[in-house]
């Protein structure tokens, strides 16, 4: 049996009167990432950090507390006692307040997931029949839950033969997206374009499977790190060359039918063609023009040199 390691959070799930005690656990893996150290070239040394005071220079850990900047240059300060007194009580329980459908809650309010195991084969039973009943009624369950001395919302909702519970963020730290948006105009979208689009979109719909996409800089860097271990030479990846370049005006119409494999109409491709080729001769003929005048310019004679008199002695 896999080791799952150290649970970040022991408790229990409280449905009413059903109490679940559960374990969870990190569902996301860090350690795939690749991590960098900072190196002083000429030396080969690791740079380090030193917590220092200004004016005074390195300081010992346990002289340090924290502040908090109210004005320029003003701080409140606090230390660990304080803070730790205020702290709310951390229960033990994760109280199931509310159920709605997972597709009322956002994307932008999920933070972070955390798989939901069961504590003990005792607390089996009744971890099923929450599982099940979350399935059949397709709703996630929600309530506030203390990890590492903060609070969180939870949503919890079924994952295979598991639960997972994804931590949700406050109202209070999301930004007001109308700030970012407010200069996209009213305009109606062309209905022509909206239904070629949305045949593209039909065309590509599938279930998810996440296993399809891949971290290509991931990879690419760690293959560049293994050859430099191994003292080979690194090869380096293009750019997609079918990619639109910056500053390149696309046919919107042209390329969602060339999407749909229906292709471009050919009179419109001509006449995109036949113009730069009349701009092409016409910048032609002047660059003639130029040379001509460049030619009479340098075949033209040039003034016999002034004789110089030399004064009597």
Known sequence: MVSLGRPVWSGQIRLSLVALPVKLYTATE????????????????????????????????????????????????????????????????????????????????FDRPYFVVPQDELAEDAFRVVRDALRRKRKVGLGQIVMRGREYIGALKPCGKGLILETLRFEDELRKSDHYFEEISDDKSD????????????????????????????????????DRIKGRKTTVIGDDESAPKGGEVVDLMEALKKSLGGGAAKGRASKAKAEPEKRETKSSSAKASDTKASDAKSTKPKAAPRKRTSKAA
């Open 191 to 226: 209905e022509g374009l909206v239904s070629l689009a949305e045949e593209l979109i039909e065309r590509k719909a599938a279930p998810f499977d996440a296993s399809v996409f891949e971290d290509r800089y991931s990879k690419a860097l760690l293959d560049l790190v293994k």
């Open 30 to 109: 860090s350690a795939s990432k690749l991590s960098f150290h900072q190196v002083h070239e000429p030396s080969g040394k690791r740079i380090r950090y030193e917590k220092v005071a200004a004016g005074i220079g390195p300081v010992k850990s346990e002289d340090i507390i924290k502040g908090y900047e109210y004005e320029k240059g003003r701080y409140v300060l606090l230390d660990q006692a304080e803070i730790d007194a205020i702290k709310i009580d951390a229960k033990k329980t994760l109280e199931l307040v509310q159920f709605v459908d997972h597709c009322e809650i956002d994307a932008i309010y």
